[in-house]
């Protein structure tokens, strides 16, 4: 990676990381990205998508969640933007600016266009002889890296790669993802290979939903507000 793409690969890696709470400090001597929670480092950022990190430093379980984390942004983070180093320039009728074609497919296409705020994706459908495009869909880039990934899912969906029935909306899976937890954490007894079945599953919605936490959690507290609201205490009703 050349200094002008690592240079924009860190930009890039500072504002998605800095979306999900985390502190990023100026690059080092060295070429690394420090990266802090909570006022402490947890580790820093590779320019090839990676992270060093001492093992003090991610002790606990919150802050190896949020290596995790860190990890998992790099890698999209990187995956996209090496894409944008290298794909082709979008031209259409009445296109301007920098959109880079990252994908093309059955008529749709994928473009991410930078901006001071991020990479902002957008799936367009070609019309007239290819010559233009209709209907934009736009993702981010207040989203993060998360915009990376909804972006491709929808094209996916737009292009026919994927029957829009074999995808789950976020809110679809962050809610498996309560009733799985409950499963796994109530006191009813099921088999090893349920279990098994059931943590495989939560992982891999926990690696799919970027802001998975927030949305359980306001969930959770829908129904707890909602338990209040109907609870005979809360109507003034007297039982005795």
Same mark, same amino acid.
């Given at each position: 990676?050349?200094?002008?793409?690592?240079?924009?690969?860190?930009?890039?890696?500072?504002?998605?990381?800095?979306?999900?709470?985390?502190?990023?400090?100026?690059?080092?001597? +060295?070429?690394? @990205?420090?990266?802090?929670? !909570? $006022?402490?480092? *947890?580790?820093?950022?590779?320019?090839?998508? %990676? #992270?060093?990190?001492?093992r003090e430093d991610v002790s606990g379980d919150v802050r190896s969640e949020a290596l995790e984390?860190?990890?998992?942004?790099?890698?999209?983070?990187?995956?996209?933007?090496?894409?944008?180093?290298?794909?082709?320039?979008?031209?259409?009728?009445?296109?301007?600016? +920098?959109?880079? @074609?990252?994908?093309?497919? !059955? $008529?749709?296409? *994928?473009?991410?266009?930078?901006?001071?705020? %991020? #990479?902002?994706?957008?799936?367009w459908e070609r019309v007239q002889n290819r010559t233009a495009l209709h209907q934009g869909n736009?993702?981010?880039?207040?989203?993060?890296?998360?915009?990376y990934t909804a972006a491709k899912q929808g094209f996916a969906v737009r292009s026919g790669l994927?029957?829009?029935?074999?995808?789950?909306?976020?809110?679809?899976?962050?809610?498996?993802?309560?009733?799985?937890?409950?499963?796994?954490?109530?006191?009813?007894?099921?088999?090893?290979?349920?279990?098994?079945?059931?943590?495989?599953?939560?992982?891999?919605?926990?690696?799919?939903?970027?802001?998975?936490?927030?949305?359980?959690?306001?969930?959770?507290?829908?129904?707890?507000?909602?338990?209040?609201?109907?609870?005979?205490?809360?109507?003034?009703?007297?039982?005795?």
């Amino acid at each position: 990676m050349n200094a002008e793409a690592k240079k924009r690969y860190f930009q890039e890696l500072t504002l998605n990381l800095r979306h999900e709470g985390f502190t990023v400090k100026p690059e080092t001597e +060295d070429g690394l @990205l420090p990266v802090e929670l !909570n $006022g402490r480092r *947890l580790c820093l950022a590779l320019d090839t998508g %990676g #992270v060093r990190y001492r093992r003090e430093d991610v002790s606990g379980d919150v802050r190896s969640e949020a290596l995790e984390q860190v990890l998992d942004i790099a890698k999209i983070t990187g995956e996209y933007m090496s894409q944008m180093e290298t794909a082709p320039q979008l031209t259409a009728a009445s296109l301007e600016g +920098d959109y880079r @074609l990252l994908t093309d497919f !059955n $008529g749709v296409v *994928l473009a991410g266009h930078p901006t001071q705020f %991020g #990479v902002q994706f957008i799936t367009w459908e070609r019309v007239q002889n290819r010559t233009a495009l209709h209907q934009g869909n736009y993702y981010g880039p207040s989203d993060g890296a998360g915009s990376y990934t909804a972006a491709k899912q929808g094209f996916a969906v737009r292009s026919g790669l994927i029957p829009r029935s074999a995808l789950f909306t976020q809110e679809q899976l962050a809610e498996t993802y309560r009733c799985i937890r409950e499963t796994l954490e109530s006191a009813c007894p099921i088999t090893d290979e349920r279990q098994k079945c059931l943590e495989s599953a939560a992982e891999q919605i926990e690696h799919g939903v970027p802001d998975l936490a927030a949305r359980a959690a306001l969930s959770n507290q829908r129904e707890m507000e909602l338990t209040a609201m109907e609870s005979p205490q809360d109507s003034g009703m007297q039982f005795s």
